[in-house]
């Protein structure tokens, strides 16, 4: 008899780890699924009391990658609570771990990129949100 | 084309992506692709510049396998131009491909209330050189047919 192989896939509830920010009791939230080694995520962070921001915040992926991928792997979005999202993405990660956050500057004629920091794109405040998607492939196998 | 096993179900593939509008010189072109579930690509392809580049109108890629439907459209895929000086652009994609091919990359054009689109040409979103700039497309689609 033949049985169909079932596709290896897995979802996980992580609980992502963010650089150059101080959480206070900021809530960090996020998931992952892996298909063989193929990851796709999401990342949550709603600042809350006792946050900090420092220059260039950044995210740890949930697994390392198989190698360095590109920017063109992950989107962002910044949310200033009641006010306005924002259109993040990441700049291109120099290590199979991290990347960092960066927004589009309009002193531009064309959209280039610039850093985050606690007043980029805005004044980072209580309740304002980071939410990051990616995919990539990682070094490991399950 | 080769191809490195990963895993029952899917591997990594790397591939030489083809350049409409692009006399390449000696510049570089490199890609891969992974297959999921069979029909599900995930692909990156990456243009660097180098003696010789030039483009001759406005640039976009093959897909590494054909797509299903004969349509592949923009928001399913996202881009990145960076230039070897430091400057690094967002680019998103027109409004549809075809079977074989990417839609055409597009920078956010800022000079209205609201962004448009302005096609990547020899000088959008940069003046384009000849040593060391990229032009990355990632994408994702369901094949025409499964392995």
């Given at each position: 008899m033949l049985v169909a192989k079932p596709i290896l896939s897995k979802t996980t509830i992580w609980n992502p780890t963010w650089t150059?920010?101080?959480?206070?009791s900021s809530v960090s939230w996020g998931q992952y699924t892996r298909l063989g080694r193929w990851i796709e995520f999401t990342a949550l962070l709603n600042l809350a009391a006792g946050f900090s921001m420092a220059s260039q915040p950044g995210l740890t992926l949930p697994f390392e990658a198989a190698f360095v991928p590109s920017a063109a792997s992950f989107e962002a979005t910044a949310v200033d609570q009641g006010t306005m999202v924002y259109e993040l993405g990441f700049t291109?990660?120099?290590?199979?771990s991290a990347g960092r956050l960066v927004c589009w500057t309009a002193n531009a004629t064309n959209a280039v990129e610039a850093a985050v920091s606690n007043t980029v794109p805005f004044s980072w405040g209580n309740t304002d949100a980071v939410q990051v998607i990616g995919h990539y492939l990682a070094k490991d196998a399950v | 084309m080769s191809r490195t096993a990963l895993d029952p179900v899917q591997g990594l593939v790397t591939w030489t992506p083809t350049w409409a509008n692009v006399t390449m010189g000696s510049s570089t072109s490199t890609g891969w692709y992974v297959r999921l579930a069979q029909r599900w690509i995930v692909f990156e392809a990456v243009l660097t510049t180098a003696s010789g580049f030039a483009f001759t109108g406005n640039p976009r890629c093959n897909l590494p396998v054909p797509a299903h439907g004969g349509w592949v459209i923009g928001p399913q895929f996202n881009g990145k131009a960076y230039s070897s000086g430091g400057t690094k652009c967002p680019l998103f994609f027109d409004q549809n491909g075809d079977a074989n091919n990417a839609p055409y990359p597009v920078a956010m054009n800022q000079t209205g209330t609201y962004s448009v689109w302005a096609y990547v040409s020899s000088t959008v979103p940069f003046n384009w050189g000849t040593s060391g700039d990229q032009l990355i497309v990632h994408g994702r689609y369901p094949a025409a047919s499964i392995l």
């Open positions: 150059n920010i101080t959480m206070g291109n990660p120099s290590t199979t | -």
